[in-house]
């Protein structure tokens, strides 16, 4: 094996990406295979800053964006802005008006 770094080898670890070119994440934070696929060049589709948060940092240096995503019963965070009709109602929370 060369010396020569400008071509990744598959046991290297893969490009943390960059503002201009970063790994989008199919999450809150870029899973593994996120990482895999390696950045993207988001100048390339010019509704992108439609859908596409600004640059974000991982803990570990990863740069990436989160694209808007259908939302469903299996990839939802939070309750959401109606609760279910069927549920009773719950008490205030402390400190609530």
């Known amino acids: 094996m060369s010396a020569d770094h400008s071509v990744q080898d598959d046991n290297e ?20 295979a996120d990482k895999a696929r390696g950045p993207v060049d988001i100048s390339d589709d010019p509704e992108a800053r439609l859908y596409t948060s600004e640059p974000l940092e991982a803990e570990d240096g990863t740069v990436y964006v989160i694209q808007q995503q259908t939302v469903g ?7 959401g802005e109606f609760p279910d009709p069927s549920t009773p109602p719950r008490p205030e929370a402390p400190g609530g008006a």
């Open 73 to 79: 019963p299996d990839n939802e965070i939070g309750g």
């Open 13 to 32: 670890s893969p490009e943390k990406g960059t503002p201009e070119r970063p790994i989008v994440a199919t999450s809150v934070e870029p899973t593994e």
